[in-house]
């Protein structure tokens, strides 16, 4: 049983008052709040455990750079995958960034490479920047009336010589959640590799890199209860032997000299300057903490109150919802005749509710809609039901004041 009196505890930002109402923080795509135990192992790094990894023989450094490993663990695990897979970035923009130039040596002028029309700047652009470099031919997988990924555009599209597919897990304007064993399948009969932008599905449930056969998965900490500046390249064992560094410095060598250099073992040489190990180690922390939860408990949660916000949004008459995908999860976004979405955040921050109000990172996906700028309802599972409602009740109340 969810007791979700108990996990608020754990995050008391919850409790504050917000513009004189209880804040009720429904932004939760954008960045997951940190779970006091996660706070509480950063401290305890600091007052007893720190020192750069890697580098030093002394005591310190040894358990520090233990620590950071123990991390590396704890996400392998997570995600079903080996230590030697995991790659630690800033985050899932750092990922994706990095991975197109790592990559871009196995692409040749005149390849495809695809990406979804629901997919954030962070999984797009790096891709626009390589076809560009490369000379590939960048190309758009449309969605259907619905939201969803037009299965038979990609099937289509994968007859053309592709190397590469990536798309999100999870958008996070629509909410689509992808069937990514069903694209990955598509891609590798076609002889591409599947990169999975996954900031938005890593609270689905099993996040199973291995079962989901993605070559390549990208993530942020702070989206799960860790430190920002940390992130996860996950990279298949035997792909990453082979692929390009792109990053040069300390911790990554195996012997230098002045005129050429030799690199260390996967995944250090893709891991070049002091890496952010207190980001990692908070990201072991969070992740812990999700699973003392449980991840099908989490996305049981966040499914249920997704569900709960749309049928409410579907009470407004003059919202208008972008989307209704097969499978929904974390996020919800509409529009308002007439009402400019950023007036509708700051009314509703007024009454201490926080939502997200923009493009959202998905410029062209939004313009797809008609719009320029949305509003983006995202729940997480320590929401409450009566928190939907009353956000609901909110727009319900400031709708007609901003029609005038
Ligand atoms: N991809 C998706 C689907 C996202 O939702 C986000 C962040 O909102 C990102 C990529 C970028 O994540 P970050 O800003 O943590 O690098």
């Not at 999975?196 to 209860?225: I, R």
Request: hydrophobic share 45%; proline share 4%.
């Amino acid at each position: 049983m969810f007791d979700i009196a108990r996990i608020r505890a754990d995050f008391p930002i919850l409790n504050i008052q917000q513009n004189g109402r209880p804040l009720i923080y429904l932004d939760n795509a954008a960045t997951m709040q940190m779970p006091v135990p996660v706070q509480e192992r950063i401290l305890s790094h600091y007052q007893t455990e720190n020192a750069n990894v890697h580098r030093g023989v002394h005591t310190l450094s040894q358990a520090s750079t233990a620590h950071m490993e123990k991390a590396r663990h704890t996400v392998a695990q997570f995600i079903h995958a080996d230590d030697d897979e995991i790659i630690f970035t800033s985050g899932t923009t750092d990922s994706l960034n990095q991975l197109s130039r790592m990559l871009e040596s196995r692409v040749r002028p005149g390849q495809q490479i695809l990406v979804s029309a629901m997919e954030h700047h962070s999984n797009l652009i790096p891709w626009q920047e390589m076809s560009r470099r490369v000379g590939a031919k960048l190309r758009i997988i449309p969605l259907d009336s619905r939201g969803d990924l037009d299965r038979d555009a990609l099937r289509q599209l994968l007859r053309d010589s592709t190397t590469l597919v990536s798309v999100a897990w999870v958008s996070n304007v629509l909410g689509t959640v992808n069937p990514i064993r069903e694209i990955a399948a598509l891609a590798h009969d076609a002889g591409a590799l599947l990169v999975v932008d996954a900031a938005q599905g890593m609270k689905l449930g099993p996040t199973d890199a291995v079962s989901l056969d993605c070559d390549f998965m990208a993530f942020s900490g702070h989206k799960l209860g860790a430190l920002t500046g940390i992130g996860v390249l996950y990279g298949k064992k035997d792909i990453l032997d082979m692929m390009s560094l792109v990053c040069f410095g300390g911790g990554m060598v195996g012997n230098v000299s002045y005129l050429s250099s030799t690199w260390g073992a996967v995944p250090q040489r893709f891991e070049a300057g002091t890496p952010n190990y207190v980001g990692a180690i908070s990201l072991g922390a969070a992740i812990a903490y999700l699973s003392s939860l449980g991840i099908p408990e989490i996305a049981r949660q966040e499914r249920q109150l997704t569900e709960l916000l749309q049928q409410e949004l579907l009470s407004v008459p003059e919202v208008e919802i972008l989307g209704s995908p097969q499978h929904r999860s974390g996020a919800v976004s509409f529009w308002v005749h007439g009402v400019h979405p950023f007036d509708l955040g700051v009314m509703l921050d007024a009454l201490g509710i926080a939502v997200r109000t923009g493009h959202m990172c998905a410029q062209p996906l939004v313009e797809q809609y008609g719009v320029s700028s949305v509003v983006r309802i995202s729940p997480a599972f320590y929401n409450t039901q009566e928190e939907i409602k009353a956000c609901i009740a909110a727009l319900k109340r400031v709708i007609p004041m901003l029609k005038g």
